[in-house]
């Protein structure tokens, strides 16, 4: 078992930065794909960014591509997001996965095995 927490979220102006991490514990990450997925109100959980277990591939939805950088430090069993330019559409839960994921479906959440309890990010315009 993989257990996940998120943490980083807040409240920012548009424009603004935030880094989010997820902290594993339970096991090490080193062989697992991990991902960021949102979900805003009335909506479905969405992609947003996901690296493969060794950090070699990183995958981006087009919504967040140039602005937001995911990576990992296998040694600390963390995963980050750097949030950069920050939009109000970008408000939502955000949720940290994790899975032994081949590369190609690093974008599907119905891949991921594990789940943090998300941490909230508003972004005010």
């Known amino acids: 078992q993989v257990q996940l927490v998120e943490s980083g979220g807040g409240l920012v102006q548009a424009g603004g930065s935030l880094r989010l991490s997820c902290a594993a514990s339970?096991?090490?990450?080193?062989?697992?794909?991990m991902g960021w997925f949102r979900q805003a109100p009335g909506k479905e959980r969405e992609f947003v960014a996901a690296i493969r277990w060794n950090g070699d591939i990183t995958v981006y939805a087009d919504s967040v591509k140039g602005r937001f950088t995911i990576s990992r430090d296998n040694a600390k069993n963390t995963v980050y997001l750097q949030m950069n330019g920050l939009k109000p559409e970008d408000t939502a839960v955000y949720y940290c996965?994790?899975?032994?994921?081949?590369?190609?479906?690093?974008?599907?959440?119905?891949?991921?095995?594990?789940w943090g309890q998300g941490t909230q990010v508003t972004v005010s315009s």
């Open positions: 339970g096991r090490p990450i080193g062989n697992y794909g």
């Open positions: 996965g994790a899975g032994r994921i081949p590369v190609g479906t690093l974008r599907s959440k119905n891949e991921y095995d594990y």
